[in-house]
């Protein structure tokens, strides 16, 4: 699908006039950052960049955009836009990184005209794509060893599932119930049944049975319909004790555990899992934490970003052309919302192979540093001449994520309210 | 693009178990309802109907799906769903009309293969076009007759932004900065220019100049790049006393509003509108009933459901044959997430033209009621036999949205967390 359209009236309106007036030549430098992390978060990840290129890519005016647009612009736009492409540099953060108040995660050089086009679509990915990851990160790193299912794709727009699935793996979780997000992006996917399956069948024995017969033994029995302790010992009769797993959605989540791990026991199914779901957060997979809880499936905090829907990241233009040629610094200067000028570069100052600080220059850096201290670029090319430069995959990205966190001093991990884990320094 | 695999794993394992057992063919009803009301919100508003309609047809397993789904599912299944088209009736509420915890939003009957399949995208469509109906109702109530424009695109997922432009229209915006939205749904489109505009010129003046040049003196300028006052005296210097509007996007928009009004009056622009922006929501909105604004435009807190970006709308079994034929209510018993068995049919009951109750009934009611009452049904078919027969115009259901809240007590307007406006009475 083109991604032309997805995009705000007015960046046609100041494209036709900025054409009127000469001034859409002009080079002009934008840059993507937050100006806070929600909810005393302590960092942000960064997702959604690959996406980013894929929307770069099929940002196309066809003959049905340019008929629609026909009531929106005049024809000296009309013609431009006919034959849009980009044309200039993006450069950015990798996906799985951390981000922190005023990290340039994007940065996109090119003509007025070029850059201003891309706003809305760029920050729609990025805001949605972090503000999944940056909930998912947080969730992974409280289940530690134990696996987790992405499973809130009802939760959510039905397309905006797909892209939550692939943040939420990004971030470290094992499986997705999404399946356009396996086809597309290679999530494994993972599911069993639903209290339906049981409603279906005549008795909850015969709805086990069924699945067992067409599953295996090695599946999740749901045993939470009627009554979980009876649902426990029907399932291990019938299953013997290699059952996979039994799943719990409904109840005192840690109290039930705690039953249905005694009860699996005193049947001799000591290898059978459990799996429990149902509105589990951030803050409730931790407190399971000394549960007997196997793996844990997260739906609406994962999909809504745990309250936090929105990653507030914007896009403003930091530099541009000046009558002259020169390129020179732009800031909004009213109240409430300051911005600084002039093109950034970024880097995550290491010391020992810990994290202190974000440093953020104007102009890049030479890394000659004390013994042990490491000043890391963060801003990598991802697209030059508008040719897309950076593409990597997934795993990659689920990778750099996994290295990044061990990077971040302790305080990173805190669930509770507080400053960001490092200071971002402006130089 | 196909909405197929739209879909949670769990819900194909559940069909392949259920093939294997013979209880696929089994004739069941599924229900979506919302157990509560998120946030004592006072009502909730029907919306994304018409887009499940799009998704329904839209749902066929391709040739590339059925090849994914090989890892997924059993030949016997695969063979399924490659002849898979929905055969059922569906039946809803209207979009734009309101709900309430336990009211039947949407009925589907099939066999539980064909229905089951089709759960996930229901919900994803319905949960977050109703989340975003919902607050967007509030809002357009508290602006009164004050246009709302929907700027929110950039704040959540690319697409999800066109659906939330296409509800907010349908409970009462006037506009919408997507163009998607415009092309697609027809909902107007509105936008002028943002502060980028300002600062890629020399000085505002040169900015203002330009843009009242390209798009006239009816046009919006934005006057708080720098100084607002200043920019006030220069768009009216520049436009003459027929500038459309300005536009402020920052500070203390009550206060504000109040200095512009005199600047723009003192200058002889009596008719020059005010709008304001900047991380509205219905509370700021009902806030600013006094100033003098003449129109808003809500962004975040619109296309994230203003503090609830889903419905919680669940789709559960309610029916289905037993081995007999016979068609059983069934319900999950266990703690915590009860639901009541059963088809059902729903009614507002008005007297004198005002709701006072939403009727929920085990079979059709006839309407012979006592003078001045009326219980109004609520279901409309929507597919018969697997044919779309409900279609509607957005115009249409934006109509019905407007009705249906003057029949609604007043305390539905109630922005305090409350009860329902009206009680939910299962009969």
Redo the contacts between chains.
């Keep these: 699908?083109g991604?032309a359209?997805?995009?705000?009236?007015?960046?046609?309106?100041?494209l036709?006039?900025?054409l009127?007036?000469g001034?859409a030549q002009?080079r002009?430098v934008?840059e993507v950052f937050a100006r806070r992390l929600p909810g005393g978060r302590r960092y942000g990840v960064v997702a959604g960049t690959a996406r980013v290129l894929d929307?770069l890519e099929g940002f196309r005016f066809d003959d049905?955009?340019l008929d629609?647009?026909r009531q929106?612009v005049?024809e000296r736009t009309l013609a431009f836009l006919r034959d849009y492409r980009f044309s200039g540099n993006v450069y950015g953060y990798r996906e799985g990184e951390a981000f922190f108040p005023g990290s340039p995660i994007m940065v996109v050089e090119s003509t007025?005209a070029e850059a201003?086009l891309l706003?809305?679509?760029i920050?729609?990915?990025l805001?949605?794509d972090c503000a999944i990851a940056s909930a998912a990160s947080r969730m992974a790193h409280a289940a530690g060893a134990r696996p987790l299912i992405e499973?809130g794709?009802?939760?959510?727009?039905?397309?905006?599932?797909?892209?939550a699935a692939r943040s939420a793996y990004l971030c470290g979780f094992a499986s997705?119930?999404?399946?356009?997000a396996?086809?597309r992006y290679g999530v494994p996917?993972?599911?069993?049944?639903?209290?339906?399956?049981v409603?279906?069948?005549?008795s909850e024995e015969?709805a086990f049975?069924?699945?067992l017969?067409?599953?295996g033994r090695g599946t999740t029995l749901l045993v939470?319909?009627?009554?979980?302790a009876e649902a426990v010992r029907i399932a291990v009769e019938l299953a013997g004790p290699d059952l996979g797993a039994v799943r719990i959605d409904?109840?005192d989540l840690a109290a039930m555990a705690e039953d249905v791990r005694q009860t699996l026991d005193g049947l001799g199914a000591k290898e059978t899992k459990i799996i429990v779901t149902g509105d589990l957060d951030e803050f409730a997979i931790a407190a399971l934490a000394a549960a007997p809880v196997d793996g844990y499936g997260v739906g609406?905090a994962l999909?809504?970003g745990s309250g936090h829907?929105?990653a507030?990241l914007v896009?403003?233009?930091v530099a541009?052309q000046?009558?002259t040629g020169a390129m020179r610094p732009?800031?909004?200067?009213?109240?409430?919302?300051p911005s600084k000028g002039g093109r950034k570069w970024a880097y995550r100052r290491t010391v020992g192979g810990t994290a202190t600080a974000e440093i953020i220059t104007g102009a890049p850096i030479e890394s000659r540093q004390p013994e042990q201290s490491e000043d890391r670029p963060l801003l990598a090319e991802l697209v030059r001449d508008g040719e897309i430069v950076g593409r990597e995959s997934l795993d990659a990205a689920r990778r750099r994520h996994r290295t990044t966190l061990t990077e971040l001093p302790l305080i990173a991990h805190s669930l509770s309210p507080g400053d960001p884990a490092v200071p971002t320094i402006f130089k």
């Design positions: 699908m991604t359209l997805l995009t705000d009236h007015y960046e046609l309106t100041m036709e006039a900025a009127a007036s001034a002009r002009a934008f929307a049905a955009d629609f647009l929106v005049d007025f201003v706003e809305t679509v920050l729609s990915i805001n949605h499973m794709s009802r939760r959510t727009h039905e397309i905006a599932a797909v892209a997705t119930s999404n399946l356009m396996g086809q996917t993972a599911g069993t049944a639903a209290h339906a399956f409603l279906l069948h005549d015969d049975r069924a699945q017969d067409s599953l939470d319909t009627y009554d979980v409904s109840g609406t999909v809504t829907p929105t507030s896009y403003k233009l541009r000046d009558a732009v800031a909004k200067r009213s109240v409430g919302k």
